[in-house]
T-cell receptor, first 118, second 112 residues
């Protein structure tokens, strides 16, 4: 079974530009989460999508947005890029999301997109 | 204070040693705990998933959770050079979807 794929793998953008990152989950997985990884902060949760709906959102500004398509593929968009947005953006897929009083599901990560903002 | 604290290391051990990796946390609602391994320029790879307190063993890896102390550990027995990587702990509560809180990772080098 193919793993999580992310495109592009590397990206260089200029301050003020916007960027769109793409994630294709493992076949059959319906939950997609996005994380930002930086050396100082580690992995920080951006948001999770399940069945084309945002399930929850981390503490990031509104410049960070996402969406999920009917085939479970997801995109993340960052508008008005800042130098501090330089990071590895990781996508993780899971079979489903947790319901009320149920456990979260194992997440499987893609290789990430390395974004550099100059 | 961050919700999850993890000593960044670096940790360097000889091949065959037992490695102990640890995380502490502040949120008593966390019940679900994962350990990931991340090689350079790769995404994190899931190693272990445990629920609540107790031990779980998988091959050379043992995950331990002590909820009373808000402390989790990953032990690696008979460490190999291929274990050289960054190890990340992650934890979550129920009713928060698949949102996990991660430690910043411990860098491990196993010397042949």
């Amino acid at each position: 079974k193919a793993g999580v794929t992310q495109t592009p793998r590397y990206l260089i953008k200029t301050r003020g530009q916007q960027v769109t990152l793409s994630c294709s989950p493992i076949s059959g997985h319906r939950s997609v989460s996005w994380y930002q990884q930086t050396p100082g902060q580690g992995l920080q949760f951006l948001f999770e999508y399940f069945s084309e709906t945002q399930r929850n959102k981390g503490n990031f500004p509104g410049r960070f947005s996402g969406r999920q398509f009917s085939n479970s593929r997801s995109e993340m968009n960052v508008s008005t890029l800042e130098l501090g947005d330089s990071a590895l953006y990781l996508c993780a897929s899971a079979t489903r999301t947790s319901g009320i009083n149920s456990r979260p599901y194992e997440q499987y990560f893609g290789p990430g997109t390395r974004l550099t903002v100059t | 204070q961050k919700e999850v604290e993890q000593d960044p290391g670096p940790l360097s051990v000889p091949e065959g040693a037992i490695v102990s990796l640890n995380c502490t946390y502040s949120n008593s609602a966390f019940q679900y705990f994962m350990w990931y391994r991340q090689y350079s320029r790769k995404g994190p790879e899931l190693l272990m998933y445990t629920y609540s307190s107790g031990n779980k063993e998988d091959g050379r890896f043992t995950a331990q959770v002590d909820k009373s102390s808000k402390y989790i550990s990953l032990f690696i027995r008979d460490s190999q050079p291929s274990d050289s990587a960054t190890y990340l702990c992650a934890m979550s509560a129920s009713n928060t979807g698949n949102q996990f809180y991660f430690g910043t990772g411990t860098s491990l080098t196993v010397i042949p």
